[in-house]
Every structure is written in C-alpha cells, then in structure tokens.
C-alpha cells in the first residue's frame, strides 16, 4: 500500500491511502464485476482486466498509516483523478512524423490521462476491423499499464460521406464509438444510419457538426477579421447548422449523440433547449475555445488555425459559462498534431489542428488561477463525465475505486516549445509561452506510470 500526505485535493489537505496490486486488493475485500455498467471495451486489455490492479482505500485527513505502507509527502501538490480524453488523433497508422501510438500515450501519460480515444482519420482510415487491431496491439505494447486507447471507428468508409463502415465487426475487434471527425456528413440519411447502427452496437455517435458547403474553403472565423485579413472564413451559423439537424434527429430516432468540438455560443443555444426537451445530448470542448477567440490569427499565426475555427470573445465567454453550468459535459483536447514544417507554410496552404496533450491541464489551471473554474469543474467535466457518457471505470476516490490519478505541480514553471513536449509536434499558439504547473507524478491502476 502507499499513502500520500498533505496533497490538495477541491481546496482542502489530505491523505490519500491505496492498494498496488491484485493481493492487496483481496485483503480488502475489494470485488469488482468487470460487467458492473463498464463498456465493454473496457476489456480490450484483458477479459479480467477490471479485476487487476490497485484501489483507493481511503482519501481523508490525518489517514494513519498501515504495517508496511510506503509514506510519500506531497506537500503543495494538487492531487487529480486522471483525466479521460474521449477525442484526439494519434496519426498511426500513416502519418507516424506527426504522432504516433507510442509518444501519443507518453503525451497523454504526463499530461495526466488513463483513457484516451482515438479518433479514424489516419492513414488508411480506421473504417475496417484490421487497422483497428492493429491500433490497440500497439497500445497494448508500448502502454501495458495506460494510459488505455481507445479506438474510433470511422462512420463511413474511407470518412468519404457515402457507404457505412463494418461496425459490428470493429465493435468486435475493440471500437467503443464511432464518429466520421475531421470531415462533417453531408447526407442526413447516412448520419441516421450511423446513429441507428451504431446504437444497436452500444457504440455512441461522436459528431463532428459542420456544414460542408458553408465550409468549404474557408481558414478561420467568418466576420470583420477575415475581411480585413482576406481569408475565407466560415461562420458560426455553419457549425449550429448541424449541430441542430443532429439533435432533431436524436430526438426522433431517441437515440443518443455526442457533439464534438463545440466552438460558439449559437450551437449552446440549441444544445440547452434540447437537453431542457430530455433529448440525449452531450457535449465536449477544448482548451483553445475557452482561452482564445479569433485574433489570434491576426497575424495570420498557422499554430492558431483549427477546425472549428476559433471564433469571437463573446462565444469565449459563452463556453466558459458553459463548462461551469455543466452545458458543456466534457473537456477534451481535439489533440491534432501536425509537423513545423506542415504549419510553415500561408494560413490556407496549412492545415487544422493544435497539438494539446502536453498543454492542456496546465491552460485549464490557469483558468482555476484566475478564478473562472474551479478544480471541481475540471474534475466534473474531464473525468466524472466523460467517464459516464463512455461507460469507464472512475476515480471518485471512493473506497474501492481504481487507482487513477495524478498529481500536479502549480510551481513547475515550464516553456510549451518542442524540447518540452512529450508529442512529436508542438503545433500551439501558446508556443514559447511560460505554463505554470504541470503533472509531476501518476498512478494508472495503482502502479506508477510517471
Ligand atoms: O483542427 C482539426 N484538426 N479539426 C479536426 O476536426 C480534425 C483535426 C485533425 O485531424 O487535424
């Protein structure tokens, strides 16, 4: 057993006491049903999986420790239960010179994930039960202990809009979601295919909501800055465009789904009268959309291009407010690395995506530091929640909950630049900013990762 002292955990000093192994679990009598509500992907690292490793005994003030515990002081530190990240891209297979599955989870690893889930749009697609395998073999090889990956399927071959994917064979292969992010559906009838499939495999419908021919071409942000810079943009409106179709078909086909990456206060809007309808609707967001809005491309910074484009302060704002009323379910990353020399290049000629593993939690703590979140919202949104809508197991710090959780140095003052990413790209707009605090120490099934 270990027992942590004197960490911070919502505010307050406290102790934290596990178990490290299987024995350890048994002389606490710790059962675990590894079909008690958990997605069966859950077993893509083995059918038992869920029996193994180290548990939370006991979180609380003054814990006493027990015979032959180890005692660590964590004096200062802030103590998390690891974050679930259900949206990145890890380019593997085919495009291994901006990530690949191994420094993919050492990213996640330090930035204080146990789950990730990986989204299709690699090179070939993740649209059959093969490349699917083949990414999970990879996770199970380089990251044993987790962080744990999990792979989306591609809602339609080759992510091209038209024909469906073999679901049932990649829900058997390990595919827990299925989502066509990257490039939106322009057909309803295909997404109602998706949706209803997919439902009928426990497969939940991650929607990436753009509409395609408002889209098309555009760089950025539609509004006074992309005519003053003269760079097509996209408006809002595209975005909450499908963002509205999705959730009417939700509502009728009673099956539920999950938007991707919202960006502007028009698709909160539909997201807030639905779910006040009962329709089953979640959502996620990503540090960019709650810490910048469009002037960050003013001069035409590459680093800042991303799809959804970064949009106005005003829609900031309504994402930030989103986060703290719970409108916004989860936190992810939208983690899209892409090489220097890939970014180097005009703002049209380059492509979409920010590199976020390594920057993430500390960008959120600064919104804590400022005293717009709370540690509580970040746990909410970034562990409890995706947890539930994804069907894995979570760390409350219950008494037999599984080991999962980290702690976070605030005075670690670091510079988000290549030589301190874990990823292999550091395709930011925070690049060569000072970050304060930082993951310093992890635990994934009570063995330590970091
Ligand atoms: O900015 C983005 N990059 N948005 C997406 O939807 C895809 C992603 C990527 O794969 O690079």
Redesign the pocket.
Known sequence: MILFKNAVYLGKTVDLLITENTEENASHGFAFDADDGLHRGYRNYGENYGKQGGRIVALGENIPAPQNCTVLDMQGKILFPSLIDVHV?FRDPGMEWKEDIDTGLEAALHGGYSHVFC?A?TSPVNDNEGITRYMLEKARNTHPYGPFLHPVAAATLGLKGEELTPLGEMAEAGCTAVSN??IPLYSTEIVRRVMEYGSDLDMLFID?CEDPYLARGAHMNEGKLSAKLGVKGQPDMGEALQVGRDIMLSEYLQIPVHIA?VSCRKSLDLIKRAKERGVDVTAETCPHYLLLDENALDNYNTNAK??PPLRTWDDVLAMREAVKTGLIDCLIT?H?P?AEHEKENPLDMV????SGLDTALTLLWRLVHEGIFTQEDIVRAYTVNPAKRFKLPCNTFAKGDTADFFFFDPDIEWTADKENFHSKSANTPFLGQTMHGRVCTHYIGGKKVL
């Open positions: 891209h989204m749009n992010d990257g990436h990456h991303v799809n939208d899209a892409h492509p979409n995506g920010i």
